[in-house]
């Protein structure tokens, strides 16, 4: 009993050493929109972001692309901001500005000097309430999408593989496996009308976040956002459909040929458990001890030994995010480039071996150590600019109500044993649970 | 009834918003405080610059040498944190992982620099991996033989994507036989590399004479001080051996290339020309015009190319300025189909500089706009740290950071018309693009002699 005492004791204490507290001031409006106030004096600037709930996950069947073409649209105008001046005022105020589109949320956020905080706030708030745009606009930005698409895409080799065709191998529900960034016929039939109705249906008060972080007094930036976002009525939002993704019974591995490549490339995901349940941190742990950087396992094994990839990168919620800004199925995801002569058996058996490993042996008290280390050193990176500030404390609002996660994310994880990790390996890191892709350059395939 | 209702209703929004019809006016701009930034030069000529910035329990160390670039330098980098006289490369990765670190060697024109970052619980064990890869870097024969055969083929990779063959491109163009042309080795001069012209880069040019320790993060100076003088400090001192450093070529005429690219569904067009070295005294004038022209959201290249004509997802223009000369650029992805009129709007926006005077509204924009961007680097470790090891690789006044404001607020619509007359010739300059020849022949031969690339 006094055993147990002391180590919490000690662990207590070796988290607390290092913690970074990061104030959380968290109320509602009356019309439902989350507040979310986290003031630092370390740099004299600001974010203001707004976190609507809908990403491409949910877009409407049919119109693969279309959460981020509507994105696009709310930088086309509303009541009392012209088309391109959001930029113009944001900018003529020292600010930087942009949005994203993601798997479970559209976010759009202004860094910018802190004694200009007011102007974003106005902005952000005009355009909740008053999406204003014309057939001319929206013709507009479907050539710039579909541009954006041929320049991310289409026009390069590999075409974004590792998480567009990824995920729509690995997934069966439509709302998991359709196109992300869209077809670019669906995102050219997209109408007015539409870009109207999910306005009216997503872009609520009572389905959105606003954080601000950085310089600012909390007193008078609460009393700016009652003054710009209090009367903005409140909506209602449908229910989310059913996104869940059901148990893969048996591993898929897919060939495909690339016209623009010249190396081969390897990616595989790795169906992971909901982030909510007890296996999720020693997945992400695991995730560090196999390919957290070049001292892990895969990188080890698979570049340097064996030296049959050129490179090694992966994660959770792969080149879209981190492991804490998603709410809904996710894949633990790798991308290889290899060497000619060999071919995607050969990486897959040495992957196979290290996991199979890990689930017999478990992985060292020193292995896990680093990790907690390595996942330590990366949580800091998160939270060194206002906007990473924001966009955890948005993705904790946004989906677990509860924004003060963010001070309780180290302690979790620190608690973590390799017990735990050396069962999670067992039962997520199989065959059975992956899918692969192998790109070949088209003149190699020949 | 209910229309009523709802005409109350609008009448009341409108006059609750009636004073919100323009956002409220920035407030006056704080002053920035720097963070205090200690240097201090060592008896072997390091020069170290200490930087407290206390945002997150982590810590940056940039240390660079004015290196020059080639192939051999681009595998010495490659290779010098794979092992050194007591460390294997294995080795030296788990102990970076346990401290949370990394160390990652990069070149450019100029330097050489290796970039590294921990938690700064661990910063003496940090400088300690640092000053081990930097000054015994091993060259340990099975790495340089694994970095040769993996170097071919990230070069043929890059070699694949439309943004590294346009600027691979370019910089051939406007720098000839200079070797700021360099932007990769060519596979078969790898493979002919050995390890004795790593050995001896390294120690004619991994040396502590002219090259600087930029120490940013959680730290306490006297301390870091002291941790870095323990590592960095018995390092000897080595003769420099001077580079030459060839005449950049005059140019004058406008070239085109036109790099083949079978199955591309875009162009990609670069229109560049040689700009002054980053000393100069028109680079914040230089920097003011860039940002008006396409270095912002509300540029003109993107109001016409992007907002208006809906030809390309994100056109843009670089001040791209190094020590000994520079680069201005725009750019443009864009369907096959309007590849022509894309060049055309590109060289009026660039002519339309040169001519016309900026507007009082692009001006104030502009400049508030290069002031917040230097008060949002103030954020990171790595974009502090950045920032100063530019005034170090480029010879910088010291005070660089606390006049920036001031210095850019003096510039006017003259002084930006003075620099764009002068720096976006592209009568002197080049294009090039990278595309599908066969599909865009008829919209890029009008614009002159072009030479095709396969």
Same mark, same amino acid.
Request: aromatic residues 8%.
């Given at each position: ?134 057939? #001319? ?141 007890? #296996? ?12 957290? #950087? ?153 | ?69 080639? +192939? ?18 294995? &080795? ?68 694949? +994507? ?133 270095? +912002? ?19 843009? +223009? ?62 990171? &470790? ?60 008829? &919209? ?11």
């Amino acid at each position: 009993m006094k055993r147990i005492a002391i180590t919490i004791a000690t662990l207590l204490l070796s988290v607390a050493a290092y913690a970074v507290e990061i104030p959380v001031t968290y109320y509602r409006l009356p019309n439902g929109l989350k507040v979310v106030i986290s003031e630092s004096r370390v740099a004299p600037v600001a974010t203001v972001a707004v976190y609507y709930g809908v990403g491409f996950r949910i877009e409407p069947k049919g119109r693969t692309g279309f959460a981020h073409l509507f994105e696009h649209m709310m930088f086309q105008g509303s009541a009392n901001v012209k088309k391109v001046e959001h930029a113009k005022f944001i900018e003529a105020a020292g600010g930087q500005l942009n949005g994203s589109t993601r798997l479970d949320l559209t976010n759009y956020y202004e860094t910018l000097p802190a004694e200009s905080v007011e102007t974003a706030l106005w902005l952000e708030a005009d355009r909740m309430r008053s999406l204003d745009v014309s057939e #001319d606009n929206l013709k507009n930005q479907q050539n710039v999408v579909s541009e954006e698409v041929r320049d991310a895409v289409l026009n390069q080799p590999y075409a974004l593989f590792e998480w567009l065709d990824l995920w729509q191998n690995a997934n069966t529900n439509w709302y998991n496996a359709h196109n992300f960034y869209g077809d670019l016929s669906e995102i050219s039939n997209a109408k007015l009308q539409d870009v109207r109705d999910f306005f009216r249906t997503y872009y609520a008060p009572n389905n959105a976040v606003l954080v601000v972080t950085g310089d600012v007094d909390v007193a008078a930036t609460r009393a700016q956002i009652e003054k710009y976002f209090g009367d903005i009525p409140l909506q209602s939002v449908p229910e989310r459909p059913d996104i869940s993704e059901g148990a893969q019974e048996e591993e898929k591995r897919i060939k495909q040929t690339d016209p623009l490549a010249s190396v081969p490339a390897l990616a595989f995901g790795y169906h992971l458990p909901d982030q909510e349940s007890a #296996d999720f941190a020693p997945m992400v742990l695991l995730n560090l001890v196999l390919q957290g #950087d070049e001292g892990s396992r895969f990188y080890q094994r698979l570049v340097k030994e064996k030296a049959i990839s050129i490179d090694w990168n992966g994660g959770i919620n792969f080149e879209l995010g981190n492991e804490f800004d998603y709410d809904g199925p996710m894949l633990l995801a790798t991308r290889t480039l290899y060497k000619p002569g060999h071919n995607a058996a050969d990486i897959l058996k040495e992957v196979d071996a290290i996991t199979k490993d890990v689930a017999e042996k478990g992985v060292t008290a020193k292995e896990l150590a680093d990790a907690k280390v390595r996942f330590r050193a990366n949580w800091y990176d998160q939270l060194e600019t206002s906007f990473g500030r924001a966009n955890l404390l948005a993705s904790f609002a946004l989906f677990h109500d509860d924004p003060a996660r963010i001070n309780k994310v180290l302690e979790m994880y620190e608690g973590v044993t390799a017990a735990q990790l050396q069962a999670a390996a067992k039962k997520y890191l199989v065959a059975q649970n992956r899918t692969s892709i192998d790109r070949v350059p088209a003149e190699v395939a020949k | 009834m209910k229309r009523i209702i709802a005409a109350l209703l609008l009448i009341a929004t409108t006059s609750l918003h009636a004073e919100q019809k323009t956002p409220p006016p920035p407030a006056a701009p704080r002053v920035t405080e720097w963070p205090k930034i200690t240097e201090r030069k060592l008896d072997n000529g390091l020069t170290v610059v200490l930087v407290p910035l206390h945002n997150v329990p982590k810590v940056t160390a940039l240390l660079t040498f004015m290196s020059g670039n080639g +192939s051999v330098a681009q595998l010495a980098a490659r290779v010098a944190t794979e092992g050194t006289t007591t460390r294997t490369s294995r &080795q030296l990765r788990e102990a970076l992982r346990a401290i949370g670190g990394s160390i990652g060697v990069t070149t450019d024109a100029d330097a050489t620099t290796f970039s590294s970052e921990a938690l700064s619980e661990f910063a003496p064990r940090l400088f300690e991996l640092l000053a081990d890869s930097a000054r015994h870097p091993a060259f340990p024969k099975s790495e340089v033989e694994l970095a040769k055969t993996n170097l071919a083929q990230e070069i043929a990779e890059q070699r694949s +994507s439309p943004d590294f063959l346009v600027d691979e491109r370019m910089r051939k163009a406007l720098f000839g036989a200079h070797p700021y042309s360099f932007v990769t080795a060519e596979p078969d001069a790898i493979a002919k590399l050995t390890r004795e012209q790593l050995q001896a880069f390294a120690a004619t040019r991994y040396v502590p004479n002219d090259a600087h320790l930029i120490v940013v993060g959680d730290i306490d100076v006297e301390r870091s001080f002291a941790e870095v003088k323990k590592a960095f400090g018995d390092w000897a001192k080595v003769a420099r051996v001077a580079d030459a450093q060839p005449a950049f070529a005059k140019r004058d005429r406008r070239q085109i290339y036109f790099v083949d690219r079978p199955d591309s569904v875009q162009s990609t067009i670069r229109i560049a020309a040689i700009a002054p070295p980053r000393k100069s005294a028109d680079y914040l004038p230089l920097r003011i015009a860039s940002t008006i022209l396409g270095g +912002s959201f509300y540029s003109r290249l993107n109001r016409n190319i992007r907002e208006a004509k809906g030809y390309s997802y994100s056109p843009y +223009s670089l001040a791209q300025l190094q020590r000994r000369a520079g680069a201005v650029f725009v750019e443009a992805a864009v369907r096959n189909e309007v590849t022509g009129p894309t060049i055309l709007e590109l060289l009026y926006e660039l002519d339309r500089m040169r001519v016309d005077a900026v507007t009082d509204e692009e001006l104030t924009s502009a400049k508030r706009y290069s002031i917040g961007s230097t008060q949002v680097e103030l954020e990171t &470790q790595a974009g502090l740290a950045n920032r100063i090891a530019t005034i170090y690789t480029n010879d910088l006044p010291h005070e660089f950071l606390e006049t920036f404001r001031g210095n850019v607020e003096k510039i006017t619509a003259a002084d930006v018309r003075k620099v764009a007359a002068k720096y976006f010739d592209t009568y002197r300059g080049a294009i090039v693009i990278v595309g599908d020849w066969s599909k865009v022949k008829e &919209q890029v031969e009008p614009f002159g002699d072009v030479t095709v690339l396969k």
